[in-house]
């Protein structure tokens, strides 16, 4: 699936509404998107680019979830709306609201609020 960049307020509020809208799978099902992923990095960052790797792995390993990133340098004010007091941080939204929160690059709570909230 890889790894999707939001580049402003909209492309934010079009992946949220992947976890609140039923997509179609590749059978033609409809199946709802359960979990968004939002990497919030800066391209300064040593940890951020130390774990872009492996949340492209993750992106692969969990198909049915959407993974995006937003750089809070381009993207300030979305990255205060959010919340965002240290990079990287990731957010996780489930039927549009967010349920968990990591901070800092680490992969194995990165992995447990995703299998937590799937």
């Known amino acids: 699936m890889g790894v ?3 580049s402003d307020r909209a492309s934010f509020d079009s992946a949220l509404a992947r976890t609140t809208l039923k997509t179609a799978s ?3 099902t409809q199946q709802p998107a359960p979990l968004v992923v939002i ?6 960052c040593g940890p951020c680019k ?3 790797p492996k949340i492209v792995e993750y992106s692969e390993k969990y198909p049915q979830v959407g993974f995006y990133k937003v750089d ?3 993207v300030p004010a979305l990255a205060q709306e959010l919340g965002v007091r240290a990079m990287p941080t990731f957010l996780f939204f489930k039927d549009g609201q967010k349920v968990d ?3 800092g690059a680490v992969p194995p ?3 447990a609020a995703i299998e937590k909230n799937l």
């Open 101 to 103: 929160e990591v901070l």
């Open 26 to 28: 590749a059978d033609g």
């Open 109 to 111: 709570a990165i992995v």
């Open 72 to 74: 809070v340098d381009e």
């Open 39 to 44: 990497d919030c990095f800066a391209t300064w």
């Open 50 to 52: 130390a774990i872009a």
């Open 4 to 6: 999707h960049n939001l």
